[in-house]
């Protein structure tokens, strides 16, 4: 059984990096074509794809983001770590990470439940 | 890259069949038979409903199906139900070898 959970702060102030933590269980990061990735929706709209990790350290960031953000794996301990630099309140929304299993297909089967982060001073 | 184009809304009566469009260009839907389906309720994390444009994952229910001509992608719901009522969301993988997410579809149950 494939779960996945959301942690970190709730309330980041602007400029400030925010720092989320996936940490999983059900599966493994060295298993070949796993990947874990990070999904957010501000309030009231769409969900939009930030970064993905796979098992072979394959990295992929949105276009948008991605000189802010970095995504990040630790094996032994089932995490995947994403820090954003320079937040600002636009980023206010929940943030949820996800289990894909297959190299490139980007589709994901399994989520976490979200972390809601507000950016405010 | 663009997001996705999505109807903000669509509804239906039980037992009817609905369809939901997602638009890209050639360089995403046009271009890779990577398009998937997620399904949201309220307060609730997305549900993988389709993948690869349309197959499903264990569980999902087969009124659920999914098809692409050239750069539009549409999920189908057919029999529908109450349970249906959701947001709905599409994705693609794109020429940038980076995923995009579609505006979403508010579905009504009537």
């Known amino acids: 059984q494939i779960t996945l959970k959301e942690s970190g702060p709730t309330l980041v102030k602007p400029t400030q990096t925010l720092t989320l933590t996936c940490t999983f269980s059900?599966?493994?990061?060295?298993?070949?074509?796993?990947?874990v990735g990070w999904i957010r929706q501000p309030p009231g709209k769409a969900l939009e794809w930030l970064a993905l990790i796979y098992w072979n350290d394959d990295k992929r960031h949105s276009p948008s983001l991605k000189s802010r953000l970095t995504i990040t794996k630790d094996t032994s301990k089932n995490q995947v770590v994403l820090t954003m630099t320079n937040v600002d309140p636009v980023d206010t929304a929940t943030y949820y990470c996800?289990?894909?299993?297959?190299?490139?297909?980007?589709?994901?089967?399994?989520w976490g439940q979200g972390t809601r982060v507000t950016v405010s001073s | 890259q663009s997001a996705l184009t999505q109807p903000a809304s669509v509804s239906g009566s039980p037992g009817q069949s609905i369809t939901i469009s997602c638009t890209g260009t050639?360089?995403?839907?046009?271009?890779?038979?990577?398009v998937s389906w997620y399904q949201q309720h309220p307060g609730k994390a997305p549900r993988l409903m389709l993948y690869?444009?349309?197959d499903r994952p264990s569980g999902v229910s087969n009124r659920f199906s999914g098809s692409r001509s050239g750069s539009t992608a549409s999920l189908t719901i057919s029999g529908l139900q109450a349970e249906d009522e959701a947001d709905y969301y599409c994705?693609?993988?794109?020429?940038?070898?980076?995923?995009?997410f579609g505006g979403g579809t508010k579905l009504t149950v009537l």
């Open positions: 050639s360089s995403d839907v046009g271009a890779y038979k990577y």
């Open positions: 996800a289990h894909t299993p297959r190299w490139l297909h980007f589709y994901f089967d399994h």
């Open positions: 059900g599966f493994s990061l060295s298993t070949s074509g796993v990947g």
């Open positions: 690869d444009v349309s």
């Open positions: 994705s693609s993988y794109t020429s940038s070898s980076t995923p995009v």
